[in-house]
Antibody, heavy 126, light 108 residues
C-alpha cells in the first residue's frame, strides 16, 4: 500500500523555525515528485510547493505566499521529503499535508495529487 | 492568475443526485481533478483527467466538462458522501496548481 506519513509538527513561537518530514512507503520514493499543502483551521487547501524527482533535477516550485520563508528538500535514501519553515507567523498555523504528484506521462507535466498523508499540525503561538 | 469558482455549498437528499460545478475560463483546455475531504481527514482524489476514477472510488462518482464548467456528479448520494469537494487544474504558465474554493456537500 502506498503511504505517506508526516511528522514534525507542534507548537512553536513566532519567528522560530520548524522542519516537517514526509516519509513514504509502498512505492519507489525516488521516482516521484512530492508536494506540500497546508490547511488553516476552517479554511480551504493551500498549495505550498513541490519538489521534482532526481531525474528532473530535484527542482522546486513554491507558492508566492511562502517562497521566501519555506524550503522543500528530499533525501531519497531515507524515502523522505522535508519542508523547512522559517520566520514562522501566527498565520502559518495549519495542518500540513504531503502528497505525491501525479504526472501526465504523455506530456511529462504534473497534474494531480495522490495519495495524501494524514497531516501534521503546526501551531504558531506565543 | 487563473481562478476556479465553486459554489460554497450544495445540499442533496439521500439517494438523489448531487452536482458540484467548477467554473474557469477556457477550462475545456485543461485537465480537471476532484478531491473529497471529509471532516478531520486528508483529501482523497476522486476524479482525475476530467472523468477518470482512481482505484477504489465508487462508480457513483463521475466527472464531466462542458463549456467553461466542469462538474462532479454523485448519484445515489449516501450520508458518507458528506464532505468538502475541491476541483483543481494545473496552471502551466506559472507551473502551479490552482484549486477551487471548495464546496461543502450536505446530505439532508
Amino acid at each position: 500500500e502506498v503511504q505517506l506519513v508526516e511528522s514534525g509538527g507542534g507548537l512553536v513561537k513566532p519567528g522560530r523555525s520548524l522542519r516537517l518530514s514526509c516519509t513514504g512507503s509502498g512505492f519507489t520514493f525516488g521516482d516521484n515528485a512530492v508536494s506540500w499543502f497546508r490547511q488553516a483551521p476552517g479554511k480551504g487547501l493551500e498549495w505550498v510547493g513541490f519538489i521534482r524527482s532526481k531525474i528532473y533535477g530535484e527542482t522546486t516550485e513554491y507558492a508566492a505566499s511562502v517562497e521566501d520563508r519555506f524550503t522543500i528538500s528530499r533525501d531519497d535514501y531515507k524515502r523522505s521529503a522535508y519542508l523547512q519553515l522559517k520566520s514562522l507567523k501566527t498565520e502559518d498555523t495549519a495542518v500540513y499535508y504531503c502528497t505525491l504528484v501525479g504526472y501526465d506521462f504523455l506530456t511529462n507535466h504534473p497534474n494531480w495529487f495522490a495519495p495524501w498523508g494524514q497531516g501534521t499540525l503546526v501551531t504558531v503561538s506565543s | 492568475s487563473y481562478v476556479l469558482t465553486q459554489p460554497p455549498s450544495v445540499s442533496v437528499a439521500p439517494g438523489k443526485t448531487a452536482r458540484i460545478s467548477c467554473g474557469g475560463n477556457n477550462i475545456g483546455s485543461k485537465s480537471v481533478h476532484w478531491y473529497q475531504q471529509k471532516a478531520g481527514q486528508a483529501p482523497v482524489l476522486v476524479i482525475y483527467f476530467d472523468k477518470d476514477r482512481p482505484s477504489g472510488i465508487p462508480e457513483r462518482f463521475s466527472g464531466s466538462k462542458s463549456g467553461n464548467t466542469a462538474t462532479l456528479t454523485l448519484i445515489r448520494v449516501e450520508a458518507g458522501d458528506e464532505a468538502d469537494y475541491y476541483c483543481q487544474v494545473w496552471d502551466r504558465s506559472r507551473d502551479h496548481p490552482v484549486f477551487g474554493g471548495g464546496t461543502k456537500l450536505t446530505v439532508l
